[in-house]
């Protein structure tokens, strides 16, 4: 039942109820007191009519001096000529009327043997020193209520010479109230009723429009959009009706909005190259994608703390309230799995004061870390590799000019030492002018087809000789019908010159070098080196392609070389569109292998 008067409809048909039951028995009371008051306002002035008929003939009677049984005739005339008249007007209300005298004695009364004629009416004293005075008497033993109006008689000396007493039941007053009170609570009843009815009719007209709202507003509360209410009416809610079905269009709008810019931003995320971490004002994690999971490392949870996700050196403080920029390094004990990251930490402000969190956009800065630091070695290397045969020639120099110069054998020997240095330098500055062309993709390369047997033939003679002086077997073997490439001819030789001078340096006496092309897949074909030398440890396989990295570095130099023959080799495989490795177990060989695409008739040469 409480639920029920939860309900606006109930509440509107109570409350209108109350206020109509309310104001129907104000005006009922209001209406029913001043019938009371009409009917006893007339009563007594009817009370009062009858008694100023009496008034003079009753003065006359009393003031002739007759004997008192004279007296009592005239007086009970006189009475039974007001009971006809009255009758006669039609008042048929009963009356009793009794005659006083100045004592209080009863003279005379209408009612046929009444029993108070002689006694004295003490009722009477209860009238006032007035000419004239009402009141209502109850009667106990019946409980009615009767209307009293006593009426004093005065001589021409204003002397009182009796009474006029007059008492009237008031029932038919009251059964006439009654009857008209009655008369209107059956009326108050039915204006209640079908005003409820007219409520009820009205409340429904105004609680369904909101019923279909709040309906149609609760399941948009829970996501679905597409909804619309039925517009009625041109009234208030009618124009409530449009104004939602408006809010829930353009909600849908907005959110279809959001949903696209939802999408674009996940979209973004998910192929940004950059990692992306958003938090709130406290440092938890409320975005992320997946580039910021793989650069780190591991899985990275909704509410996370930042700092127990990223290893800083240097904790951010929150709220963050300005730009701020970090490098971390991942395993940096770890060669291989080296990483360095660059974190720049940007403020998410809400409006133009309050900070509610920051952004943080991951770089990967490790190729750029590492070509710095390749560059600084370069640098280093460069001038080294400079500095030592300048130095070399410099001292010899200097001792030719103290005195050296003047003994043959010492000066010949100083001159040719200094012309091998200078060499040494040539030979380098040529390699890095070459490495610094090929960089900057302005070399030239003369491609034509070629087959493989007369690209490694005259590479394999030019090397027997070398590898019989040092007892060094060298091997040919070359598949028979393999396909021809297209190459630049002498930047090949030189890749092929530098891999097996290379072999030939590191191989010891009664060695094997193994020249050997091979066909693999359907569009490559395979060339390796393959030599029993010293081998390469597994820490240094994957920097030897770097520039001046030598794996022993003092013998490197005592056997001679500038440190770049296999960086430019790299770079002129990787010009024809090749692949570069090596292959090698520590002291049981090495072999370096390059892929050569095949000749394309469609393409023809590149």
């Given amino acids: 039942m409480f639920q029920a008067f939860k309900n606006l409809q109930w509440k509107l048909v109570v409350i209108f109820s109350l206020l109509i039951l309310i104001s129907v028995q104000l005006i009922g009371v209001t209406f029913i007191s001043s019938l009371q008051k009409f009917y006893s306002d007339d009563f007594i002035e009817s009370l009062r009519s009858q008694a100023n008929l009496l008034y003079d003939p009753l003065i006359q009677v009393l003031v002739e001096n007759k004997s008192p049984a004279d007296t009592k005739t005239e007086l009970d005339k006189k009475l039974k ?24 004695y009863v003279l005379s009364s209408s009612t046929e043997n009444s029993k108070n004629i002689g006694k004295k009416n003490l009722r009477a004293q209860n009238s006032t020193g007035k000419l ?21 008689l005065e001589n021409e000396n204003q002397q009182r010479i009796g009474t006029i007493y007059i008492e009237a039941s008031l029932d038919p007053i009251y059964a006439k109230i009654r009857s008209i009170g009655k008369l209107l609570f059956q009326s108050a009843s039915v204006t209640l009723i079908t005003t409820a009815i007219l409520i009820i009719v009205l409340s429904q007209t105004i609680t369904t429009p909101l019923k279909e709202i709040t309906k149609q507003a609760t399941a948009m509360a829970a996501g679905d959009f597409n909804q619309q209410v039925a517009v009625k009416s041109d009234d208030e809610i009618g124009r409530l009706a449009r104004a939602f079905n408006y809010l829930a269009a353009h909600l849908r709008r907005a959110l279809s909005q959001n949903e696209e810019e939802r999408e674009k931003l996940e979209t973004v995320l998910a192929n940004m190259s950059d990692g992306v971490i958003a938090t709130d004002h406290k440092g938890n994690i409320i975005v992320k994608n997946r580039w910021v999971e793989k650069m780190i490392g591991h899985d990275i949870g909704l509410g996370d703390r930042l700092k127990d996700v990223l290893p800083m050196e240097e904790d951010i403080s929150f709220p963050l309230d300005h730009v701020h920029e970090a490098y971390i390094e991942l395993h940096p004990n770890n060669p291989d799995a080296f990483m360095m990251l660059k974190a720049t930490f940007t403020p998410i402000k809400r409006g133009d004061k309050e900070l509610v969190g920051l952004i943080a956009v991951l770089s990967d800065v490790t190729e750029e870390e590492k070509l710095d630091r390749q560059r600084k070695d370069f640098v280093a290397n460069v001038s080294h590799e400079l500095r030592t045969p300048l ?95 297209v190459v630049d001819r002498d930047k090949m030789d030189q890749v092929l010159d530098n891999v097996i001078s290379n072999a030939v340096k590191y191989t010891p006496i009664n060695g094997t070098i193994t020249i050997k092309a091979v066909k693999v897949e359907s569009d490559k074909i395979q060339i390796s080196i393959a030599d029993t030398g010293l081998g390469i440890p597994k820490k240094d396989l994957n920097r030897l392609f770097e520039r001046f990295y030598r794996v ?44 050569l695409p095949i000749r394309s008739e469609a393409n023809g040469i590149n």
């Fill in 552 to 595: 022993d570095k003092a013998r490197s130099r005592t056997l001679g070389g500038t440190g770049l023959g296999l960086s430019i080799a790299q770079e002129i495989i990787h010009a024809h569109k090749g692949e570069i490795w090596i292959e090698s177990e520590y002291e049981q060989g090495t072999t370096v292998f390059f892929t």
């Fill in 81 to 104: 000529q007001l009971l006809f008249l009255n009758t006669k007007t039609g008042t048929t209300t009963t009356v009793e009327m009794e005659i006083l005298d100045e004592q209080g």
């Fill in 132 to 152: 004239d005075s009402t009141f209502i008497r109850k009667d106990r033993a019946t409980g009615r209520d009767y209307q009293t109006y006593i009426k004093h």
């Fill in 391 to 485: 130095t070399t020639i410099k001292s010899y120099l200097e001792a030719l000019k103290d005195g050296a110069i003047h003994q043959p054998d010492i000066a010949t020997h100083f001159l040719n030492v200094a012309d091998t240095e200078a060499e040494r330098m040539a030979r380098l500055i040529s390699d890095l002018l070459q490495l610094s062309r090929l960089d900057a993709r302005k070399s030239h390369f003369e491609q034509q087809p070629i087959s493989i047997p007369h690209l490694l033939q005259p590479v394999y003679e030019r090397f027997s000789m070398t590898c019989k002086q040092k007892d060094i077997t060298l091997r040919l073997e070359v598949d028979e019908h393999l396909p021809t490439v």
